[in-house]
């Protein structure tokens, strides 16, 4: 009786190199570069490699950063927003 390795089982979501890409939002050379390094496991079926979906993702993680901080609003009058869109107008040559 043989048992099979954890590393033996084909995922059910496997999906293309270029699907792959796709959903990273990296280039196709890229997601081949990971399999390479063995960042990334893929199984080779009819001439094609593929990737699990979930352990793609799993190469990805929230980035902790500071917050972005918003400019104060500046309190400006219609009156201002005619004489700004004029003076552009004017610069563009087209008043």
Do not use: C, N
């Not at 009786?1 to 890409?21: E, F, G, H, N, R």
């Not at 990737?51 to 309190?75: D, M, Q, Y």
Request: zero cysteines; aromatic letters at 6%; proline letters at 5%.
């Amino acid at each position: 009786m043989s048992t099979t390795a954890q590393t033996d089982v084909i995922p059910d979501d496997l999906i293309t190199m270029s699907a792959a890409a796709k959903l990273a939002g990296a280039h196709l050379a890229t997601v081949h570069r990971w399999r390479l390094t063995g960042r990334l496991r893929a199984w080779k079926r009819v001439g094609r490699y593929l990737v699990s979906r979930a352990e793609l993702l799993g190469l990805f993680r929230p980035v902790e950063g500071k917050p972005v901080a918003t400019p104060a609003p500046t309190a400006q009058t219609t009156a201002d927003w005619e004489r700004e869109k004029a003076a552009i107008l004017k610069r563009a040559r087209l008043a």
